[in-house]
T-cell receptor, first 114, second 115 residues
Framework: AQSVTQLDSHVSVSEGTPVLLRCNYSSSYSPSLFWYVQHPNKGLQLLLKYTSAATLVKGINGFEAEFKKSETSFHLTKPSAHMSDAAEYFCVVSDRAGANNLFFGTGTRLTVIP | DTGVSQDPRHKITKRGQNVTFRCDPISEHNRLYWYRQTLGQGPEFLTYFQNEAQLEKSRLLSDRFSAERPKGSFSTLEIQRTEQGDSAMYLC?????????????FGPGTRLTVL
């Protein structure tokens, strides 16, 4: 079975400081892993994805995530938070390499303090 | 805008009424997915199509729910005899299946409120 656990429901950082959003996954297969962002009243946008290539994945807007199989983790980081990063972030695992179905975590709401 | 579009964006209905939502995927995408997102939760998979074939349904998709993709392009999701528990955001996504093109792109969603 596939599932993800987002360890923090809410993270608050000051503008210009690093961001860390934590995610642990469970998968019966070699997983594909994703981070999506959801801004208020907007659709889900793909930030980055891991599909068994490089373990450090770079995404849009300066975000990156590192796949650690031994820890079953896929944490999302950014060196310096911007006000526009305030949103809901979802860690996602697919059930097969072809990403037929996506299993979403419960989300982490990121607040950026000016 | 060549992204995934959904219509309507908002729907308010009374309990017991039927509602239908439409999704237009990115034009060359052969897979189309429906998800439901309730308040404070991540989206949950409902069903998906490859071209016009509906290949998988979640247990969340009760017999009051039906989805179609008649010509392998747009899709409709119908909910019959709506209940208050159906209130949620209904999301559509599409993807192009291939060796490096499995990313799902999401539409803005249809927010359903059942009174």
């Amino acid at each position: 079975a596939q599932s993800v656990t987002q360890l923090d429901s809410h993270v608050s950082v000051s503008e210009g400081t690093p961001v860390l959003l934590r995610c642990n996954y469970s998968s019966s297969y070699s997983p594909s892993l994703f981070w999506y962002v959801q801004h208020p009243n907007k659709g889900l946008q793909l930030l980055l994805k891991y599909t068994s290539a490089a373990t450090l994945v770079k995404g849009i807007n300066g975000f990156e995530a590192e796949f650690k199989k031994s820890e079953t983790s896929f944490h999302l980081t950014k060196p310096s938070a911007h006000m526009s990063d305030a949103a809901e972030y979802f860690c996602v695992v697919s059930d097969r390499a072809g990403a037929n179905n996506l299993f979403f975590g419960t989300g982490t709401r990121l607040t950026v303090i000016p | 805008d060549t992204g995934v579009s959904q219509d309507p964006r908002h729907k308010i209905t009374k309990r017991g009424q039927n509602v239908t939502f439409r999704c237009d995927p990115i034009s060359e995408h052969n897979r189309l997915y429906w998800y439901r997102q309730t308040l404070g939760q991540g989206p949950e998979f409902l069903t998906y199509f490859q071209n016009e074939a509906q290949l998988e349904k979640s247990r969340l998709l009760s017999d009051r729910f039906s989805a179609e993709r008649p010509k392998g392009s747009f899709s409709t999701l119908e909910i019959q005899r709506t209940e208050q528990g159906d209130s949620a955001m209904y999301l559509c996504a599409s993807s192009l299946v291939g060796p490096r093109t499995d990313t799902q792109y999401f539409g803005p969603g249809t927010r359903l409120t059942v009174l």
